[in-house]
């Protein structure tokens, strides 16, 4: 039986490596949307899973039309 090597980051590298707080984490954790392993008192990530968020957190082309749609009849109207 062979055993992948698991890589595990604090919370503080997690949070550094994502760009957001350690209290931001702390929501995803919460919330389910990154899993974590709490070792007594230390709380743990996999190194392999922050990644497989940040990829699961990829914006789609064209998912934020409906941020700008229709921005320039505003500007137009403005003018």
Not at 8 to 31: C, K, V
Not at 46 to 68: C, D, K, M, N, T
């Amino acid at each position: 039986m062979t055993r992948e090597q698991i890589t595990w980051l604090s919370t503080r590298e997690a949070a550094r490596s994502l760009g957001i707080t350690t209290r931001t984490l702390y929501r995803l954790i919460d919330s389910g949307q990154i899993p974590a392993y709490k070792f007594g008192r230390v709380i743990r990530l996999q190194e392999q899973e922050v990644e497989a968020f940040i990829q699961s957190a990829r914006i789609e082309p064209g998912a934020l039309e409906h941020l700008y749609a229709g921005a320039d009849d505003t500007e137009d109207a403005e003018a």
